[in-house]
């Protein structure tokens, strides 16, 4: 397999909150200059991409990214995207004109919605269940339109139209890849059929494998090659230079954490959040530096479980993932810009290596 490292970045600092615990880094407003700084201590880090995040009253992500991309070098950008408010095949083309004008730099992170009050926010009222269908049927439509060249017609349940074709093809071959997430049996059932990298929150070892198991089955009851698809993991690291110091900084973060202040958070799914919950309660550290009252303390919303350590201690705990088939792994950071800078010094160098090791 192929590392892949992906980070985060928002269009503004968040408000109301300790610049040293911020569980959202999304921003509720917008600041050129600090999106320039987010993105470029990814790139200077080594990071192979950010994701860019949405929710129904921040800045928009694509204009967000394509500034990012005009001051950065190399980094990637994984953008969300809510399918139910622009049609898959202006989507397709305007994602497509951003990977042709970066030379590849974009993948899409499709998000069915997890809260029915932020799909509100934008006008859309259709329940959980028919928002995964309609998500099915848009990357459906997206892969097709970045890969054929003769117009096609298409009728479905959410998305008809005749003629579909865009002159505009993707840069990265044979098209930009699609990243999805959510733990509910119809995102399972929906992403198994049509997504090429598989998102997760950081469980446990042992929960992440069974996920990983179970999801390649449904890949192959729907016909398609499970080897073909992708995982990533997310997490929240904490490191410091000494074990002591990162977990005095993992009870400090826990300590500032207000959910009132990160109530815009948008979270994959409700049922993935649950999970978070539960895992929790079996205990406050698991898989040996797997932190979970963080994740308790928000009700499970967003990427919330932290691996606690020195950068030696959480790569080995970072590598491990990959072992059960997670190549791609999402890290943030509590203190988003410091820590992203940090990171790129000995964590990412190390969890490297270890991938580097472990394949040979």
């Excluded at 397999?1 to 615990?21: D, R, T």
């Excluded at 649950?274 to 979970?292: I, N, S, T, Y």
């Excluded at 928000?298 to 088939?325: F, I, P």
Aim: net charge negative; glycine share 8%; aromatic share 10%.
């Amino acid at each position: 397999m192929s590392l892949e490292i992906i980070g985060m970045i928002g269009a503004a600092p968040e408000k109301n909150v300790s610049s040293k615990s911020q569980v959202s880094v999304i921003g509720s407003g917008i600041d050129g200059d600090h999106v320039i700084n987010f993105a470029k201590a990814h790139d200077d880090s080594g990071f192979d991409k950010v994701l860019v995040g949405y929710s129904s009253n921040s800045a928009d992500g694509f204009i967000v990214a394509m500034h990012a991309a005009a001051h950065t070098k190399k980094v990637g950008f994984l953008i969300a995207h809510r399918p139910g408010f622009v049609s898959p095949t202006v989507l397709a083309r305007k994602a497509a004109t951003f990977d042709q004008l970066t030379n590849g730099r974009i993948a899409i992170h499709i998000i069915s919605g997890g809260s029915d009050d932020q799909q509100m926010m934008d006008g859309d009222y259709l329940d959980k269940s028919s928002r995964y269908d309609r998500s099915g049927e848009f990357m459906y439509i997206l892969k097709r339109i970045w890969t054929e060249d003769s117009p096609f017609d298409f009728n479905g349940i959410h998305y008809q139209f005749r003629n579909a074709v865009s002159s505009i093809k993707c840069y990265q071959q044979p098209r930009i890849p699609i990243y999805f997430g959510g733990s509910s049996e119809a995102a399972l059932n929906v992403g198994s059929r049509e997504c090429d990298v598989y998102a997760t929150f950081g469980e446990p070892l042992a929960e992440v494998e069974k996920k990983i198991d179970d999801f390649r089955l449904r890949a192959k009851k729907s016909g398609r090659n499970p080897d073909e698809i992708r995982f990533s993991v997310s997490t929240r690291p904490i490191v410091a230079d000494t074990e002591a110091e990162a977990w005095d900084r993992a009870y400090s973060v826990l300590e500032s954490v207000d959910p009132k202040t990160n109530s815009n958070i948008s979270a994959v799914s409700a049922t993935g959040s649950q999970r978070l919950v539960d895992f929790a309660k079996r205990g406050e550290v698991l898989d040996q530096r797997l932190f979970m009252p963080i994740a308790a303390a928000t009700g499970g919303t967003g990427n919330s479980t932290a691996l606690v350590g020195t950068a030696d201690q959480v790569s080995d705990a970072l590598l491990e993932y990959y072992k059960l088939g997670a190549s791609t792994l999402l890290i943030r950071g509590f203190d988003p810009i410091d820590d992203a800078k940090y990171w790129g010094k000995d964590l990412i160098p190390m969890l490297r290596e270890k991938v580097y090791k472990y394949d040979k």
